[in-house]
């Protein structure tokens, strides 16, 4: 059987692959994005679900439009104004997930063999997407605070990207936020250089210290970025709701590659997000979130706090991950094996680098975990650590 030659650099998700060799009773996974399934408001989302079927079933199960439900697109407005952005109705398009943004953006503006340029390491399911469309990915170095810019603007001349691809605020795999100063630097070096960026935005709300930075997009007055947020990991990953938010001419680019895609993201997944966001009790909802994962983030750095020396980590204000580096002797792929036999599990940080290598860094999740076992998982893990520093 012949597959498309664009596959051939498409490989599955090593997450994916992970969770096939984890998914033994008892194991303890740090492996994994997901937000707690504890935090989805499931009743609240059933009553919701039930109500909006009996009063508007036979139109909630219709097709729809492909820009979206204009009621819900309104409350993205809401959301963007509150974080700074300024946008109108035509500026903005419902996705199936934030995920969809990133795929339609290399949809829209990559041709086989352009550049992205992106952060290293970054997200594994955008490194993937990208791959698909045959654009090639270009890692720009980070430090504590984010992408270098200067790093960024040396490897604009040299590859006249597309568009540069980042993760400003707790960033996957990282955890890192950039400071305002960084992200105005950013988005002008990007302006002079006339290269668009693409903003992924999914874990804004998920703060649980420090200040709010605004977005990129908050600084845009001239169409520059592409916003992108999300629903997954304040309501629920399985609506797959998303939005984005852009220059009208690459909304109206987006809807067309949109509708040969899923016409349409579903109605009701569009209502019921929309009329939680409505209900009164979304704050709460957040908060609640943001108490319960604080105390996983504390706990799992209070264990790394007892590593051997060498072990260096991230200290996230929010998100869902901390990023670890090992002494440059360790292979955290080789580690994987002994943890996993011994009953937890990471996502070794090589896979997230465009360029591969670095193979002393590794992925820790902590929303899904219980206390218990990020007591006991970060236990496990710091053994297999010292058994190997030996």
């Not at 996974?29 to 919701?48: K, M």
Request: glycine share 8%; charged share 25%; hydrophobic share 40%.
């Amino acid at each position: 059987m012949e597959f498309a030659k664009r596959l051939d650099n498409v490989t599955g998700s090593a997450i994916r692959a992970i969770f096939a060799l984890i998914g033994q009773p008892g194991m303890i996974s740090f492996a994994g994005g997901n937000p707690a399934p504890e935090s989805f408001p499931s009743e609240d989302i059933a009553q919701i679900a039930a109500d909006l079927l009996r009063k508007n079933g036979s139109t909630i199960l219709q097709y729809g439009g492909t820009p979206g439900i204009g009621s819900l697109k309104n409350t993205v407005l809401e959301m963007a104004a509150q974080r700074g952005i300024r946008a109108s109705l035509d500026e903005v398009i419902i996705t199936s997930g934030a995920t969809q943004g990133i795929g339609l953006a290399a949809k829209v503006l990559c041709n086989p063999d352009d550049v992205i340029l992106a952060e290293s390491p970054t997200f594994l399911g955008a490194l993937q997407t990208f791959y698909a469309y045959e654009a090639k990915v270009v890692g720009v170095d980070m430090d504590e605070d984010g992408m270098v810019v200067d790093a960024l603007e040396e490897k604009i001349i040299r590859h006249r990207p597309k568009f540069v691809y980042t993760i400003p605020t707790f960033q996957n795999p990282s955890g890192r936020t950039m400071p305002m100063k960084r992200r105005q630097k950013l988005l002008e070096v990007c302006k002079r250089h006339g290269v668009l960026v693409l903003e992924d935005d999914p874990y804004c709300d998920l703060r649980y210290s420090g200040d709010p930075v605004p977005p990129i997009k908050s600084l845009d007055d001239n169409g520059h970025v592409i916003y992108l947020l999300s629903f997954s990991k304040i309501i629920s990953p399985g609506l797959r709701v998303g939005a984005a938010i852009a220059d009208k001419r690459i909304i109206e680019k987006y809807n067309i590659c949109k509708q040969g895609e899923d016409l349409h993201t579903a109605n009701l997944s569009q209502e019921i997000v929309n009329a939680y966001m409505h209900s009164g009790k979304i704050e709460g909802h957040i908060q609640s979130i943001c108490a319960d994962y604080r105390i996983k983030r504390d706990a799992m750095l209070d264990k790394l706090a007892e590593f051997p020396k060498g072990v260096r980590y991230t200290r996230p204000d929010g998100g869902l991950f901390i990023w670890v580096t090992l002494p440059e002797s360790m292979n955290a792929l080789t580690l994987f094996k002994q943890c996993v036999d011994a009953g937890v599990a990471y996502v070794p940080g090589t896979h997230f680098y465009p360029e591969g290598g670095h193979e002393n860094t590794l992925r820790l999740n902590f929303s899904m975990a219980s206390l218990e076992q990020i007591d006991k998982g970060m236990d496990i893990l710091k053994s297999v650590i010292e058994k190997n520093l030996q």
